[in-house]
């Protein structure tokens, strides 16, 4: 006789949580940020909706990423303070460019990267799709600083990454493990 | 269709067509128009060419052009590279910089890599594909006699600028260019905003 008071099995506890959208675009906002150029991303259109209603920064939508890191350095040289916001095969699509614009050329590039596709209840390295696992070993490979936002009290890596940035004269990330709330 | 005659030797048309080049602020494809325009400026404070980015260069300017509203950009690119980066037009007449000028210096070839046809020697038109880009104001310069009206247009439109200058395969000057990006970059930012 099947016991019906049984519990049901426990829901999958997330290893990353959702970052409020608003709280990423304030963050972006108060760090100087001038220009979001971007190709969206699914896990982050809240963030980019709240960036949209805020407008404090201009946003520039362009076509592919290469666009967006070109685009990246030429408000650079113009004085400005720009970054980007794409997602982990958005950073595949553009290595090319990462290497030659803002690697050889020494252009600051933040780059805040959602990671479309997580399973949000395993690790990065326990996730089955390699745009996911492969995200930040890639930047490893290119010498590319990365911080990770897996949790509500993470967001300050947001600026940490957009200061690196500007340190090193070079490009920098914050992945964002988790859709935007 | 694009089947016009390609009778500019690229040596001469590009100074032709640029003149003074003080008159700009500007970056340069990769191969073919990085020769064009180093051996045209000497790499002067004012350019900034681009290498190893094939495709990059007109966001590069569109940047540029966005943020120095003051200024005139000049993208020189080659059909090879903005083939590569089309969705780069579409971008530029969706913002449509008022000062930003493009030309397009095209020898229907790969001339780096041996002079492998690209498609516009197949009659792709990359002039009308900057129209239908939004991008109003267009010429095809085939001849010297079309020079001037084409280089006071680079100066004087309000909006974005494109002109398609059809060459022929003859290679671009010799030119040993900077490969150091990062000081040129640092020169071109030092010399626009007095800063590195």
């Known amino acids: ?181 | 269709m694009n089947t016009a005659p390609r009778l500019l030797d690229r040596s001469r048309a590009v100074p032709l067509l640029i003149g003074k080049h003080e008159d700009f602020l500007i970056v340069a494809g990769l191969a073919g128009a990085a020769k064009d325009i180093g051996n045209l400026t000497k790499e002067s404070p004012n350019t900034f060419l681009l290498g190893g980015a094939m495709g990059g260069a007109a966001m590069v300017a569109a940047g540029l052009a966005i943020t120095q509203p003051d200024k005139r950009v000049l993208l020189v690119t080659g059909d090879g590279e903005l083939l590569m980066a089309l969705g780069s037009l579409a971008t530029i007449g969706a913002v449509q910089p008022k000062n930003l000028a493009i030309v397009c210096v095209d020898n229907e070839c790969y001339g780096e890599t041996g002079d492998q046809p690209t498609h516009t020697s197949f009659g792709i038109d990359l002039k009308a594909t900057a129209e239908a880009c939004g991008i109003k104001t267009t010429r095809l310069v085939t001849s010297e006699a079309e020079m001037a009206e084409a280089s006071a247009l680079l100066r004087q439109s309000n909006g974005p600028v494109f002109v398609l200058l059809k060459v022929t395969g003859a290679p671009p000057p010799q030119y040993s260019r900077n490969w150091q990006a990062s000081e040129t970059k640092t020169a071109f930012r030092k010399a626009l905003l007095g800063k590195r």
């Open chain 1, 1 to 181: 006789m099947n016991d019906i008071t049984a519990a049901a099995p426990p829901a999958p506890v997330a290893v990353a949580e959702a970052i409020s959208g608003e709280a990423i675009a304030r963050e972006i906002a108060d760090m100087g940020v001038t220009h979001v150029i971007t190709v969206p991303d699914t896990n982050l259109k809240t963030a980019i909706a709240a960036l949209e209603k805020a407008q404090r920064v201009k946003m520039l939508y362009v076509c592919t990423e290469d666009e967006g890191m070109g685009i990246n350095a030429g408000l650079y040289m113009a004085g400005l303070k720009p970054m980007m916001l794409i997602q982990n095969n958005g950073l595949y699509a553009c290595i090319n460019t990462l290497k030659a614009i803002a690697l050889d050329a020494q252009v600051p590039t933040f780059m805040l990267i959602g990671q479309y596709g997580r399973d949000v209840t395993k690790t990065v390295e326990e996730n089955r799709l390699r745009s996911v696992r492969l995200l930040e070993p890639t930047l490893e490979t290119w010498g590319v600083p990365s911080f990770r936002l897996e949790h509500k009290t993470d967001i300050g890596n947001i600026r940490l990454a957009w200061q690196k940035a500007w340190e090193i004269v070079g490009p920098t990330a914050a992945i964002i493990g988790a859709p935007t709330s």
